[in-house]
Each structure stands twice: as structure tokens, then as C-alpha cells.
């Protein structure tokens, strides 16, 4: 009973939190076991001072801070690098910068060790004085999204965005001004005009999440299924994630990489205890999976689903070189200095086997491009200050 009466209060608290007003920060703190442990904020134009150093921080000191909003938590006992201050876990706020208006999510660990910012680009869209940001806490999941609102001719658009520790940010849900939803699910599926559509589609890239870009109906919903299931379907591609590519169909054999989710093409397959083996290559790399971990486009709803799971994209630093195999032997390619790529893998060796795209990444399954091998320390984590990976 409690617990509802909470998770009401804190509805209402919400619903009555007011606007910011130009150049003022309002604050609604959640408390646990009687003690404040998240603090949402709610700005305009003078964003927190911690806010502003997460944005100088990622070379964003130059942009003026339109509105936002952020989560505020209080430091743990071991997260000595906070000195017992609050510090900023995750922030929505809209930017201007050189009369372009941005939307950007900032997201830092305790102590700033996997700080990122993304760049979700050009609004696509006027603003006019109501343009909003506020957060939405979740009591259930102690989670914090946050909704984007922006005027519009015969009401307001509502954006709805969601962040993930690994993949970052990604749009939840949007609603135009005559109230149609369309909504984005984290297992690749796609609700608009009251259809539900499996596309395999990383809608929560910010290398395609310009806000007008990401608007879809129906019937281009449709199209775009069609268009992936007809691409893949009598091909002999499957989809390998969360796998240790092995050199023998054992699971004692030398490991070539964990993969987090890469398209493979099945050269053969060995019997196995309980499933099969599958001999497949990824780029130019052969190696051997356990078919638990394996999925075909014939089961569409489970391939989208493992195609959805969150992949890291790094850039490559200057002077870097792509190698063919992961024993240094020779150079695929050499990526230009904040060229975006997909990581495939990682292997105990320190070696990234990344996806090179020939154009811009747009989170397809099949996109054109080169496979190759690089050192760890000649990329660094999309958009963050250093080459971490967890």
C-alpha cells in the first residue's frame, strides 16, 4: 500500500513539476530508506554546473544550452572520485549551436570513467519558445527517461527517449501533434498506425536519429521489412551474438573473439552434443559456433530480436591501420581519423574485430563495407574521451 502511495505521490510530483523558466533550475528529489539518492532537474538556458562540465568536457563548451534536464544521484561510499558531491549520471538537453539546434544525451559513470555524449544532429525542426525537456522517473525500475517536447503547428510533438548502459540513447516513442504514436522497441520491433513491424533497423544510433528522419508510416514500416526479409531470405547468412568464435568445434579450442552480434555466412556444420556446430566466416575470419548462439532470417521475429542487441561503434585515431587478420599480417585499409565503426568483437589478445562501412553506419544488417582487425588503442569509444571498454 505504501509502495502505491509512493509511486502516486511521485506521478503527481511529476505531472506538477513546472517548466523551467529562462535561466531557472527547478529540482524534485526521490528518496530510498529515508535518504536522498536521485535528484531531477529540470533547466533552461543556464544549465547545472555540472552539466556544463560534462559539455565542456566533450567539446560542446561552445554550444548555448537551450533547455534540459538531468539526473542527479548522490555518490556512493566507493565513488571516491566524486568527493561526496552529487554527480550527473544521465542528461537530455536541447543546444544551439552556429543557428542549428541539437539534441544531445550525456550519460557518465560514477567518476567519469565510461562518460559519453551523443549527438543526435539537427532537430529538423523550428523551435519556438515551448520547446521542453523533463524527466520521467520510473519508481519500479528506479530508471530515469526523459521526454522532449517540441510546438507544433495545432499542438506539440512529444519525443519519449530511453538510455541504455551499452548502446546509449535510443527514441522510446513519439507523438505528433494530432496525437498519432509511434513507438520503438528495444527488440527491434516497430508500432506506427496501429501496426507492428520487425524491422532490423538499431533505431537507437545516433548515426540515423535525426528526429525527422526517424518519423515512419506504415506503410515505409512495411516496405522496410520486406525489403531486409527479401535481402536475406534463401541466403545461407546467419546471425552469431554473444558467442566466442572457436578455431574447432569445441569449446576448449583457441577463441577468436567474443562476438556481440555480427552476420555470418555458414560454410558447413559438425554434429555437437546437444546442437550442432556451424563453420562460418565473419568478413574474412573462419571459425566454428555453437548453434546455441546462432539464428537464421527464416525465424524473422528471433533474428530481429538478436539483430537489436546493442553493438559498440568506435572511432578510429589518426594513423591507424586495418589489418586483415588478427596477427597483424596485412593492411585491409586505413580509416580516416573519427571514422565511426562497428565493433564486432573483442579477443583476450587486445585486438577489435570492427566493420569499416563504406558510407555512413545506418544499422542495417547488410551494409557494405570492410572487415578487418585493430589494436585497441588505435580507436576510441564513439563520441568519449578514451579508448574504454568494459
Known amino acids: 500500500m505504501k509502495r502505491v502511495f509512493v509511486k502516486a505521490l511521485l506521478m503527481l510530483l511529476a505531472l506538477a513539476l513546472p517548466a523551467a523558466a529562462c535561466g531557472q533550475t527547478t529540482r524534485q528529489t526521490v528518496t530510498e530508506n529515508g535518504r536522498v ?68 544525451g550525456l550519460r557518465c559513470e560514477a567518476g567519469g570513467r565510461n562518460a ?62 494530432g496525437g498519432r504514436r509511434t513507438v520503438f522497441a528495444w527488440n527491434g520491433e516497430m508500432e506506427t498506425d496501429g501496426e507492428r513491424f520487425c524491422v532490423p533497423l538499431k533505431t537507437w544510433l545516433a548515426e540515423q536519429t535525426r528526429l525527422d528522419s526517424l518519423l515512419i508510416t506504415a506503410g515505409e514500416a512495411r516496405r522496410l521489412e520486406e525489403e531486409q526479409r527479401a535481402a536475406l531470405a534463401g541466403t545461407d547468412l546467419c546471425l552469431i551474438w554473444g558467442v566466442n568464435l572457436r578455431s574447432e568445434a569445441t569449446s576448449s579450442s583457441r577463441s577468436l573473439g567474443r562476438y556481440h552480434v555480427a552476420l555470418a555466412q555458414v560454410l558447413d556444420q559438425k554434429p555437437g552434443t546437444e546442437v550442432p556446430w556451424y563453420h562460418v566466416q565473419v568478413g574474412g575470419t573462419e ?25 559498440p561503434v568506435v572511432t578510429a585515431v589518426a594513423g591507424s591501420s586495418m589489418m586483415t587478420d588478427m596477427d597483424g599480417g596485412g593492411a585491409a585499409c586505413a580509416p ?33 563495407g570492410t572487415y578487418g582487425y585493430l589494436r585497441r588503442e588505435d580507436v576510441a569509444l564513439w563520441l568519449g574521451p578514451d579508448a574504454y571498454f568494459p
Open 116 to 177: 559519453r555524449v551523443e549527438d543526435f544532429g539537427a532537430l529538423g525542426l523550428p523551435l519556438g519558445e515551448g520547446c521542453a525537456v523533463h524527466p520521467l522517473w520510473d519508481e519500479d525500475t528506479r530508471l530515469c527517461d526523459f521526454e522532449l517536447l517540441l510546438p507544433a503547428e495545432g499542438g506539440e510533438r512529444r519525443w519519449h527517449f530511453g538510455c541504455h548502459s551499452i548502446s546509449g540513447w535510443h527514441a522510446v516513442e513519439h507523438t505528433d501533434a
Open 37 to 104: 539518492r536521485e535528484t531531477l532537474v529540470t533547466f533552461a538556458e543556464d544549465a547545472p554546473q555540472a552539466i556544463r562540465d560534462l559539455m565542456n568536457r566533450h567539446g560542446l563548451g561552445d554550444a548555448r544550452c537551450v533547455c534540459g534536464a538531468a539526473l542527479e544521484q548522490e555518490a556512493m561510499a566507493v565513488d571516491t572520485d566524486t568527493d561526496g558531491l552529487p554527480w550527473t549520471s544521465s542528461a537530455l538537453l536541447v543546444v544551439e549551436r552556429g543557428g542549428v539546434y541539437s539534441l544531445v
Open 287 to 311: 571459425g566454428y559456433v555453437s548453434g546455441r548462439y546462432v539464428s537464421f532470417p527464416a525465424d524473422w521475429t528471433e533474428f530481429v530480436y538478436r539483430a537489436s542487441s546493442p553493438c
Open 336 to 368: 580516416e581519423a573519427g571514422q565511426r565503426m562497428r565493433v564486432l568483437a573483442e579477443t583476450e589478445d587486445g585486438w577489435l574485430h570492427v566493420f569499416l562501412p563504406r558510407e555512413d553506419l545506418d544499422g542495417s544488417l547488410n551494409q557494405p
